[in-house]
């Protein structure tokens, strides 16, 4: 049968959700083959056998942490040659985005980025993307080479599939570019114990009506009481008031999550783009002509500072 | 020694407008207003800066899009920057991104060039790959998604705030950066800036100064081919209700409706 060649997206072998529904849109093209690179790469092999993957291609290196992008693109390559998969799936995060870009190159190849869902066809594989900040939904597919697609979050369930997962270590030659981009540092941003933004269920937003850091601290007791993940506006974040990771929007995140609760957020076109294809919109919003409210399923005028935090009272209340 | 700077900017249609796809499914770029993509005025300005803290440099603004796409190239030679280069052909019509970057690579390379400054992503395709494949092709390194960056000697540093953490990056030159909009806002043209860029230089090439095949580039050379466009419904709008200190406890009687709690 056809293999697909899977970018694994994983953290020291704790592999992430987004790389588990690609799994799961792979099996729709043929057998997933794996590929986990870096420190941590062989222990990923027990979940993604789980979940439909026939081998995992694994690599260590160097490399792959003291320069940018284009070791990954070496051992993609490698991979690449050594299985001939009629697709290759990598996750929609901004790194591998540029390491499927640069692959589409090498291997003269179309491109397809930010898929959210994904069909076999007569022709290849379907993909769907929106487009102009989701007016629109738009059916694409490769016509030269090999597809190269890359997925957003959320764009399919995650379904185990037990499969043999047999570890296989990939050779990597890297190339005279490998170590053009140097990484001089890094430092890691440090975990808040909630959801993480694009892969949450429940997003929970503030924006400029938030009027202040300390103030998100209301934001934050919602999303908590929810189990939520905490989303900002960039006006919110531009005025230092939260994180730029946090950030949604057609230049922060954009999430897809069942439930988008935007509070004190006006609803602008860029915001729109990051937060549109929420399952349910809620919002609060002291401005009864706000945008946002074109959007919602269900939003209430007023001054967040009452609103949010009888609704997290309530929250609580009811979830006992 | 001059430096060398190249910005990438598109012509695409503006977001506060309605923007369409034409019956091609190409984007629709006769019927929508046109203008510099946002995110590359954000180039421009690391490129002006960059060449501000240099003993001499110049900056050239390239562009692959249709006529009216010489309005992006004013705008950004009426920020500062110094000549333009606009490529433009009947042929490049639905050109993909693979295209773009094979177009771009090869008038970078006519140009010349120490250091290429780009948007992260345009506001149209929003793909955010092209910085990355015009590196892939001109054999250079890439030091993209930046939030900071600044040129020393013959090295270009940057600070790319990534999803997992922030690292700080080099490179010789020549390179390709990416800036983000959290790199420092962009400067508006002054008067002084939009009077003078009406006597910059604008070099027009076509596929055939750069030596590209047309069935290589354009709707029927693309590497992808859109096969459908619908347009979504509107959402149409839920129940709005006014808060009279209740406010709280109706959405949340909602969001158990809803089986959210
Ligand atoms: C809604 C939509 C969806 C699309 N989907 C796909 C797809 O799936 N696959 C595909 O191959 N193509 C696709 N395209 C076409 C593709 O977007 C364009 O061909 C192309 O210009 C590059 O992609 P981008 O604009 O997304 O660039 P990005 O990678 O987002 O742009 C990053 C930077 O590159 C520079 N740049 C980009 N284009 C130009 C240009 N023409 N001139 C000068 N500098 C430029 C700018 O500095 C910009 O900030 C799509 C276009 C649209 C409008
Ligand atoms: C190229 C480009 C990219 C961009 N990318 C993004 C992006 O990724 N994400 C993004 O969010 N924006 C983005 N923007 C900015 C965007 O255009 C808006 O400026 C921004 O979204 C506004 O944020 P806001 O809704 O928080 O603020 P505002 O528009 O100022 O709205 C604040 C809202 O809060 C309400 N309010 C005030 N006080 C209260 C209160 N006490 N209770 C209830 N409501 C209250 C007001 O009625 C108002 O509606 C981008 C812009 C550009 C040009």
């Known amino acids: 049968m056809a293999e697909v060649l899977v970018y694994v997206d994983h953290v020291d072998g704790a592999v992430r959700k987004p790389t588990l529904e690609l799994l799961t849109l792979a099996r729709r093209l043929g057998e997933p083959v794996a590929l986990a690179l870096g420190a941590g790469a062989e222990a990923t092999a027990a979940t993604l056998g789980e979940h439909g993957a026939v081998r995992v291609l694994t690599a260590d290196a160097p490399e792959f942490t003291d320069y940018l992008v284009v070791p990954k693109v070496d051992a993609l390559q490698a991979a690449y040659d050594s299985v001939s998969p009629v697709a290759v799936l990598l996750p929609s995060s901004g790194e591998a985005k540029e390491i499927a870009a640069r692959l589409a190159v090498r291997i003269g190849s179309g491109l397809i980025t930010d898929a959210v869902d994904l069909e076999a066809g007569d022709q290849g594989p379907v993909a769907t993307q929106s487009a102009f900040a989701a007016a629109y939904s738009t059916k694409s597919r490769i016509s030269k080479g090999t597809p190269v697609i890359t997925v957003k979050p959320n764009s399919a369930p995650v379904e185990p599939s037990a499969a043999a997962g047999t570890v296989e270590a990939l050779a990597v030659s890297f190339g005279d570019t490998a170590t053009g981009t140097k990484v001089v540092s890094r430092e890691p941003r440090e975990s808040t114990g909630r959801p993480e933004l694009t892969e949450a269920a429940i997003v929970v937003s503030g924006g400029r009506g938030v009027n202040g850091a300390e103030n998100f601290a209301v934001i934050e007791a919602l999303a908590d009481s929810l189990g939520a993940a905490v989303g900002a506006s960039r006006a919110a974040v531009d005025a230092g008031w939260y994180p730029h990771s946090n950030q949604v929007g057609q230049t922060g995140k954009s999430v897809s999550p069942q439930l988008y609760i935007a509070s004190g957020i006006s609803g602008a076109i860029q915001h729109r783009a990051g937060m549109q294809t929420s399952k349910t919109i809620v919002a609060v919003n002291k401005d009864a002509e706000a945008p946002i409210f074109d959007l919602v399923d269900f939003g209430i005028v007023g001054d967040l500072f009452a609103v949010v935090p009888q609704l997290t009272d309530e929250v609580k209340a009811r979830k006992g | ?261």
């Open chain 2, 1 to 261: 020694m001059s430096l060398r700077i190249v910005v990438c900017v598109k012509y695409v249609p503006d977001a506060a407008g309605d923007r369409h796809f034409a019956d091609d499914l190409t984007v629709d770029r006769e019927d929508a207003d046109g203008l510099l993509s946002e995110l590359d005025e954000y180039a421009v300005e690391q490129a002006l800066q960059i060449a501000d803290d240099a003993d001499d440099a110049e900056i050239t603004v390239v562009t692959v899009g249709p006529e009216d796409a010489k309005d992006a190239l004013r705008k950004a030679l009426s920020m500062g920057a110094d000549k333009a280069v606009h490529v433009e052909d009947d042929d490049l019509h639905g050109t993909d991104v693979v295209g773009t970057s094979l177009v771009l690579a090869k008038a970078i390379e006519k140009t010349g060039y120490d250091l290429v400054v780009c948007g992260m992503a345009s506001t149209d395709g929003t793909m955010g790959v092209l910085p990355a494949m015009l590196a892939e092709r001109l054999g250079v390194p890439q030091v993209t998604l930046l939030s900071e960056v600044s040129v020393e000697g013959g090295t270009v540093k940057g600070r790319r705030d990534g999803d997992a953490a922030t690292e700080r990056l080099e490179a010789s030159l020549p390179a390709v950066v990416s800036v983000t909009d959290q790199s420092g806002e962009a400067r508006y043209p002054s008067f002084k800036g939009i009077m003078a860029a009406k006597k910059k230089p604008v070099e027009s090439l076509d596929l055939g100064d750069l030596d590209i095949d047309a069935d290589e580039v354009g709707l029927g050379g693309a590497w992808t081919a859109v096969d459908a466009v619908t347009e979504r419904p509107a959402r149409t709008q839920g129940t709005i209700v006014k808060d009279e200190g209740e406010g709280g406890k109706q959405l949340a009687a909602y969001l158990a409706e809803q089986k959210f709690i």
